[in-house]
């Protein structure tokens, strides 16, 4: 019974010590930076954190697309009316060069090319004729009339916010990237209408 009662008084002293509002110093942090982790805040001034000895730049890391870069309008939630309003949107570059020509053409394959296929079909990898995982087709940009009387102000929208099942490209792509794409297209687009217009012309000889 001396026992019991002797490991129940311990316990409760434990039990109460734990409980208690008595502060104790940890000791010693090693790595006090990991152990006490400072969120940093969207809109916060590097400067407040630089005087505290925090390096903190708010520099974008390396590759990646700088939230700073020449916005055409503010990211919203409702893009309705924007979408319509794009159609006035000119695309800033001059004409691409062959040079530019194939860059798009790259950055077409990396992220257009494997829902749009490489032909701008809509025929992807991703497609494959139905037989791929994606079982709804994606857009035909060659030869859908619909698509090729965009604009190519609502075609860089459509990157820049998305359409449909089409997500937003604006994280992976910066907005020369994106409107270089949009040119592509309708380079693309006009290419294909060439032939079938010198065929008509001939047809009539």
Same mark, same amino acid.
């Given at each position: 019974?001396?026992? $019991?009662?002797?490991?129940?008084?311990?316990?409760?002293?434990?039990? %109460?010590?734990?409980?208690?509002?008595?502060?104790?110093?940890?000791?010693?942090?090693?790595?006090?930076?990991?152990?006490?982790?400072?969120?940093?805040? @969207?809109? @916060?001034?590097?400067?407040?954190?630089?005087?505290? /000895?925090?390096?903190?730049?708010?520099?974008?890391?390396?590759?990646?697309?700088?939230?700073?870069?020449?916005? +055409?309008?503010?990211?919203?939630?409702?893009?309705? !009316? #924007? =979408?319509?309003? &794009?159609?006035? #949107?000119? $695309?800033? #570059?001059?004409?691409?060069?062959?040079?530019?020509?194939?860059?798009?053409?790259?950055?077409?394959? +990396?992220?257009?090319?494997?829902? =749009? !296929?490489?032909?701008?079909? !809509?025929? /992807?990898?991703? %497609?494959?004729? /139905?037989?791929?995982?994606?079982?709804?087709?994606?857009? $035909? #940009?060659? @030869?859908?009339?619909?698509?090729?009387?965009?604009?190519? /102000?609502? +075609? %860089? =929208?459509?990157?820049?916010?998305?359409?449909?099942?089409? !997500?937003?490209?604006?994280?992976?792509?910066?907005?020369?990237?994106?409107?270089?794409?949009?040119?592509?297209?309708? &380079?693309?687009?006009?290419?294909?209408?060439?032939?079938?217009?010198?065929? &008509?012309?001939?047809?009539?000889?």
């Amino acid at each position: 019974m001396k026992t $019991n009662a002797i490991i129940a008084v311990g316990l409760g002293a434990l039990v %109460f010590a734990a409980c208690s509002d008595i502060r104790r110093t940890p000791g010693k942090v090693y790595m006090p930076d990991m152990a006490y982790s400072r969120a940093v805040e @969207t809109y @916060t001034d590097p400067r407040e954190l630089q005087a505290e /000895g925090i390096n903190y730049t708010a520099l974008p890391v390396e590759g990646t697309v700088s939230r700073s870069d020449e916005a +055409i309008y503010l990211m919203v939630k409702d893009t309705t !009316g #924007l =979408h319509a309003a &794009s159609a006035n #949107l000119k $695309n800033p #570059l001059p004409p691409l060069d062959e040079v530019q020509l194939a860059e798009a053409d790259r950055l077409y394959m +990396i992220n257009c090319g494997i829902c =749009h !296929g490489a032909k701008l079909d !809509g025929n /992807g990898p991703l %497609f494959k004729d /139905g037989s791929g995982p994606y079982s709804s087709k994606p857009a $035909n #940009l060659a @030869t859908d009339p619909n698509i090729k009387a965009l604009p190519v /102000g609502t +075609i %860089f =929208h459509v990157e820049t916010y998305g359409k449909n099942m089409m !997500g937003s490209y604006a994280s992976q792509l910066s907005n020369k990237q994106r409107w270089m794409i949009a040119a592509y297209i309708k &380079s693309k687009q006009a290419g294909d209408a060439a032939p079938a217009a010198a065929d &008509s012309a001939a047809a009539k000889k």
